[in-house]
């Protein structure tokens, strides 16, 4: 079993900047799969961004340039450093872990893109 801790959700103006955190329980984490997805109003789940137990991002094309996903082993947590955040950036973001043939999910965190 993993454990994931979301934290950094906030209210933000048009153009603002947040940074999200999710921390992991567990030994191995070096060895997870970790992503942040999002989920609006009325809206399935989505992809925002992942990253390999290597370090390899991979990120939705509605974030790529604005959104950066990171990783500390030290501190078995995952970052998403979200800048230039627009409206319809408006979610919920749910850290995601991917231990082998397993997954986990966190309790998510709310972002609100406003003025």
Not at 24 to 53: D, N
Request: charged fraction near 15%; proline fraction near 3%; charge should be positive.
């Amino acid at each position: 079993q993993v454990q994931l801790v979301e934290s950094g959700g906030g209210l933000v103006q048009p153009g603002g900047s947040l940074r999200l955190s999710c921390a992991a329980s567990g030994s191995f984490f070096r060895l997870y799969v970790m992503g942040w997805y999002r989920q609006a109003p009325g809206k399935q789940r989505e992809l925002v961004a992942v990253i390999t137990s290597d370090g390899s991002p991979n990120y939705a094309d509605s974030v790529k340039g604005r959104f950066t996903i990171s990783r500390d082993n030290a501190k078995n947590t995952v970052y998403l450093q979200m800048n230039s955040l627009k409206p319809e950036d408006t979610a919920v973001y749910y850290c995601k872990c991917d231990r082998g043939v397993s997954s986990y999910w966190g309790q998510g965190t709310q972002v609100t893109v406003s003025s």
